[in-house]
C-alpha cells in the first residue's frame, strides 16, 4: 500500500513542484537507497524483476528507492528532475502470473525519460505488459496507478490492465491504492474512449474490486491527503508535505490500534499487513532537491538531502528480508521496532526528531547556491544516529497487546532479529 502526493507550482509557497511518497511494503521488506550514474549499454535487452526487456543505448542518472529483491523502484527521480512512483490498485482485470512490475515501469521511466510527457508516453506504450507478484512473500498481483512529475507539469495514470486513463494535474492531487479518476481524463487509451462513448461511464467505478480497494482503505486515506493539500493551496511547503508523510488516522496514535487508514502505515497483522518502508520528497525545478529517509516510519526518521551531485553515503552491504547489523535500513529498523513497543513517548521524540530535522533543513539553506549537499546529508545521517543512540538507551520495551505480539513475534523470527 502507497500514497503519493503532489503540489504543482501554482500550490506551493517556493513556487516550485513537489512531489510526496510513502512506499508501503511487508515489514521485512528493507529497501536500498542508490544513486545510478548515467550509463551506455551494449546488451540488446535488460533483465527486469521477472522478464526480459529491450534495453536502450543510454540510460539517466537515477536516484531511486526500491525493495531489496526487486530490479525496479517504489519511487525515485532522475536528472532531469523528473519524479515517478507508483501505487497498487485493486481492479477486475486479470493480469498474468509473469510480467513488468510497475515497479519496474517507474524505473524504465526514470532511465528512459526527460520529462512528464516522454514518460507518460513510455509507460501507457508498456502497460499492458504489467503483471508478476509484487510481493516476495506472497502472491500478490496488481494494476498500478502512477504520479508523473516534473518542474513545470504533473500527471496521474491510472490502469486496469491493458487499460488506462490520465489527467493533468492542475493545482494538487494524490492517489493512494483505488482509482480516483471518472470521467474527467485528459486522455485515454482507445479501449476507454470506446467504453465512455456508451454515455454514463466512469473509469474508476467500471475497473475497481470493491472488495479489496475497499478493504485496503486507499480511498479513506486519499481523501485525508486531497484534503490537506487542499486546505494549503498556494502555500504548501517543503515541511508540510513531510509532515503530511508522518501523519496517523488519530491521536494519540498507538501502533497496535493503528489502520491501513494511517498514512505513516505501521504494521499491524492481518488486517494491517503493510508497513512504510521508506519516503521521498523532491523539490523539483532548476536546482532541484530530493529528500529520502532511506528507512522506515517516517514518523520516527530523518529525511535527508540529496541532489546528483551529492554522493550517497554508504549504507552497509545489501539488505536482504534478514536482520543485519552491517546495513543501515535494518539498524534503524531494529530501533523503530523495539520504540514501538513504547510508543507513549513519541511526543517528547517528535520534538527532538523536528528539532534534528529543522537543523538538516537550515543546513541545506546555507549551501542552496551550490550543487553539493555531502555536508548537509552528512549532518542528517548523524543527527538520525544520534536522535536513535539516546532514545535507544532510554527504551524500556512494554509487553504489547496479546495478539500484536503475536504477529510481531512471527514477523521478527522470520528476519531472524531480536528486540
Request: some cysteine.
Amino acid at each position: 500500500m502507497c500514497d503519493i502526493l503532489v503540489a504543482t507550482p501554482k500550490a506551493t509557497r517556493g513556487k516550485v513542484m513537489l512531489f510526496a511518497k510513502n512506499s508501503d511494503r511487508d515489514p521485512n521488506e528493507a529497501q536500498v537507497l542508490e544513486l545510478i550514474p548515467r550509463q551506455r549499454h551494449e546488451e540488446g535487452e535488460v533483465k527486469l524483476t521477472y522478464v526480459e526487456f529491450p534495453q536502450v543505448g543510454e540510460t539517466y542518472s537515477i536516484i531511486i528507492s526500491r525493495p531489496w529483491w526487486t530490479w525496479g523502484a517504489e519511487m525515485g527521480v532522475n536528472e532531469f528532475g523528473l519524479a515517478v512512483g507508483n501505487t497498487a490498485i485493486f481492479s477486475r482485470e486479470k493480469l498474468p502470473e509473469k510480467g513488468v512490475l510497475g515497479m519496474d515501469i517507474v524505473r524504465l521511466a526514470l532511465e528512459r525519460s526527460r520529462n512528464s510527457e516522454e514518460a507518460l508516453r513510455l509507460i501507457t506504450s508498456i502497460v499492458e505488459r504489467q503483471g508478476g507478484s509484487g510481493s516476495y512473500e506472497h502472491r500478490l498481483i496488481y494494476s498500478n496507478s502512477f504520479i508523473i512529475a516534473d518542474p513545470r507539469e504533473a500527471w496521474v495514470l491510472e490502469t486496469a490492465g491493458r487499460h488506462w486513463a490520465a489527467k493533468r494535474i492542475e493545482d494538487v492531487y494524490s492517489i493512494s491504492n483505488a482509482l480516483t479518476i471518472e470521467d474527467d481524463w485528459d486522455i485515454a487509451s482507445d479501449s476507454v474512449e470506446s467504453l465512455a462513448r456508451r454515455g454514463g461511464f466512469s473509469f474508476s467505478k467500471h475497473f475497481s474490486d470493491r472488495f479489496y480497494t475497499y478493504f485496503a482503505h486507499g480511498r479513506d486515506r486519499r481523501a485525508y491527503t486531497y484534503r490537506r493539500l487542499g486546505e494549503r493551496v498556494g502555500d504548501i511547503t517543503l515541511e508540510y508535505m513531510m509532515d503530511i508523510l508522518r501523519s496517523h488516522s488519530f491521536e494519540p496514535y498507538s501502533p497496535s490500534r493503528g489502520s491501513m487508514r494511517d498514512v505513516c502505515m505501521h504494521y499491524g497483522g492481518l488486517t494491517r499487513p503493510s508497513q512504510t518502508a521508506s519516503s521521498q520528497v523532491s523539490e523539483l525545478s532548476d536546482k532541484s532537491i530530493h529528500w529520502f529517509t532511506g528507512t522506515s516510519l517516517p514518523c520516527l526518521s530523518i529525511f535527508k538531502p540529496l541532489t546528483f551531485d551529492t554522493e550517497l553515503p554508504s549504507m552497509g552491504e545489501t539488505p536482504t528480508n534478514k536482520y543485519s547489523l552491517n546495513n543501515y535500513w535494518w539498524r534503524v529498523e531494529r530501533f523503530h521496532r523495539r520504540f514501538q513497543t513504547c510508543y507513549t513517548h513519541i511526543h517528547q521524540f517528535s520534538q527532538e526528531r523536528d528539532q534534528a530535522q529543522n537543523a538538516v533543513l537550515e543546513a541545506v539553506q546555507e549551501f542552496r547556491g551550490g550543487s553539493d549537499l555531502s555536508i548537509p546529508l552528512r549532518l542528517a545521517f548523524e543527527k538520525e544516529r544520534g536522535l536513535i543512540e539516546r532514545w535507544d538507551k532510554l527504551i524500556i520495551p512494554a509487553r504489547p497487546p496479546y495478539l500484536y505480539n503475536i504477529w510481531w513475534r512471527n514477523v521478527n523470527k522470520r528476519a531472524q532479529i531480536t528486540i
